[in-house]
Nanobody, 125 residues
Framework: EVQLVESGGGLVQAGGSLRLSCAAS????????IGWFRQAPGKEREGVSC??????????ADSVKGRFTISSDNANAKNTVYLQMNNLKAEDTAVYYC????????????????WGQGTQVTVSS
């Protein structure tokens, strides 16, 4: 059974940091790319960042470049992707989801096959 489980969300003040984790299981981790998406109330779900586990290539939305860093740990079958979020802003408030795709370097939701349940990030100004 495929599972993607997010954790690490919470409440933080503007300018603060959080690190989200996405633990993956039930598929061949190295064959997939993992993406982070977010959805704020009343808005469309948008792509934030993705990483290809086969070659480590990464991609970021313009809105988070320079503030967010995605990384992957597949050593010892840990199969976890992280999203380090620094200098958080109120507009980063959203539910954050991780998802898996076999397509590299894309943040198009239609290409993602598996999704987690999400973790809430709230940034107070």
């Amino acid at each position: 059974e495929v599972q993607l489980v997010e954790s690490g969300g919470g409440l933080v003040q503007a300018g603060g940091s959080l690190r989200l984790s996405c633990a993956a299981s039930g598929f061949t981790f190295d064959d997939y790319a993992i993406g982070w998406f977010r959805q704020a109330p009343g808005k469309e779900r948008e792509g934030v960042s993705c990483i290809s586990n086969s070659d480590g290539s990464t991609y970021y939305a313009d809105s988070v470049k320079g503030r967010f860093t995605i990384s992957s740990d597949n050593a010892n079958a840990k199969n976890t992707v992280y999203l380090q979020m620094n200098n958080l802003k109120a507009e980063d408030t959203a539910v954050y989801y991780c998802a898996a795709t076999i397509v590299k370097r894309t943040l198009l939701r239609a290409f993602y096959d598996y999704w987690g349940q999400g973790t809430q990030v709230t940034v107070s100004s």
